[in-house]
Structures are given as structure tokens and as C-alpha cells.
């Protein structure tokens, strides 16, 4: 268990509909990513949060937005939804905002989107 | 469990024997790379990391060779067990950059009894 929580673990909705994926940190982490895994295009980063501010964006497309809150949990908002969004979605936390050695990322057990 | 990336590279081994796993990474100003092992229905977990001021890092059962020059990763697995059957990734990032790891394709291993 890496410490890291995702919700739901599964969820499964229809094309155009809007959706909301929850992570919690690590305990002492202030680094939240978020990355999508599909059949066809492997791990994807998708956007970093630090301490309540975005810190780098990858490559996400402008139906999708997160944020992190005061509370350092983060949440990924994916709208419109379209056939193609469907894959796994997971996010990881860090201690720190850099890349490199002793920051680590820890990864959460992921959420199934499904869009039908 | 949850299947990931069906058309993935394969390696299929005899329990026992050793594995070896190889990625080729992207960017020449990486100076940090990972390898992370993803068994189904769980995210990634790292398994051992090296940074480019080194060649070679072993830590237990697990060894990381890195050549910059043509810009190669490989894991090599002693001993492969049963539980050592998962997806196997590289991930690359810059230190002191933001912490964007890029994940390369990932290599299927599947240790035969």
C-alpha cells in the first residue's frame, strides 16, 4: 500500500457527461500528480500540483482541469466526455515539487473511467 | 485485475532464470530515471532508480544499467520469480525541473513455473 488513495475505483458514464476523480496524498506530501494510462498510449502525465498551485502540465486536454486543495487533496475534473477518454486514471504524490532522487512519486491504486 | 497495455512488448522467462528488460529513453538532459513495476490492478511501484553520474546501481535482486550514449536503460531481474510477473516501466526526468516524469512503453514479463 503506497499511502496514496484514489476514488472511486471504478466508474463508468456516457459520452458528453462530466465527471470528478478524487486522490488523497501521501501523509507529508505536497506534490500531487495526475497521469492517464490507456492501451495505446501507455503512462501520460497529465498535470503536477504543489501546495495548492499548479506546477507543470502535460499533456491535457482543456475539457480536463484539477486542482488541489487547502487539505492538499486533489481532484481531476474530466467533462465532455468522449469514447477515447476511457483508461485508467491515476495519480501519484511526492514530498517535493523537483524531479530527481529523494523525491520519489508514489503511486495510488488508479480509477477505471469507462465511457460508453 | 485490470489488463494494461495488451499490445505491449513481452518477455516471457523460466522461473529462475534472469531477466532483462530494456528501454530506450527520450530526452539527452534526463539525468534521473526509474524503473517501476506495475502488477494488474495496481499503479506503478518503483523498484530502483539511478542517476546519470553512474553507469550501474544493483539493489536486491535487481540491477540498473544506464548508457547514456545511446541513451539505453535496462533491468536486469536475478532470479525471477512468480511475483516478478508484471508490467515493467522506465520513467525519465530532469533534476531540479518540475517533477514530469516521462514513462516509456513498458515491457510485459511473464515467469513461467
Known amino acids: 500500500d503506497s499511502g496514496v488513495t484514489q476514488t472511486p475505483k471504478h466508474l463508468i458514464t456516457a459520452t458528453g457527461q462530466r465527471v470528478t476523480l478524487r486522490c488523497s496524498p501521501r501523509s507529508g506530501d505536497l506534490s500531487v500528480y495526475w497521469y492517464q494510462q490507456s492501451l495505446d498510449q501507455g503512462l501520460q502525465f497529465l498535470i503536477q500540483?504543489?501546495?495548492?498551485?499548479?506546477?507543470a502540465k502535460g499533456n491535457i486536454l482543456e475539457r480536463f482541469s484539477a486542482q488541489q486543495f487547502p487539505d492538499l487533496h486533489s481532484e481531476l475534473n474530466l467533462s465532455s466526455l468522449e469514447l477515447g477518454d476511457s483508461a485508467l486514471y491515476f495519480c501519484?504524490?511526492?514530498?517535493?515539487?523537483?524531479?530527481?532522487?529523494?523525491?520519489?512519486?508514489?503511486f495510488g491504486p488508479g480509477t477505471r473511467l469507462t465511457v460508453l | 485485475g485490470e489488463s494494461v497495455g495488451l499490445h505491449l512488448p513481452t518477455l516471457s522467462v523460466q522461473e529462475g532464470d534472469n531477466s532483462i528488460i530494456n528501454c530506450a529513453y527520450s530526452n539527452s538532459a534526463s539525468d534521473y530515471f526509474i524503473w517501476y513495476k506495475q502488477e494488474s490492478g495496481k499503479g506503478p511501484q518503483f523498484i530502483i532508480d539511478?542517476?546519470?553520474?553512474?553507469d550501474k546501481r544493483q539493489g536486491q535482486r535487481v540491477t540498473v544499467l544506464l548508457n547514456k550514449t545511446v541513451k539505453h536503460l535496462s533491468l536486469q531481474i536475478a532470479a525471477t520469480q512468480p511475483g516478478d510477473s508484471a508490467v515493467y516501466f522506465c520513467a525519465e526526468n530532469m533534476s531540479g525541473a518540475n517533477n514530469d516524469m516521462r514513462f516509456g512503453a513498458g515491457t510485459r514479463l511473464t515467469v513461467k513455473p
Open positions: 539511478i542517476r546519470s553520474n553512474m
Open positions: 501519484a504524490s511526492s514530498v517535493g515539487v523537483s524531479g530527481g532522487a529523494y523525491n520519489e512519486q508514489f
Open positions: 500540483y504543489y501546495n495548492g498551485e499548479e506546477r
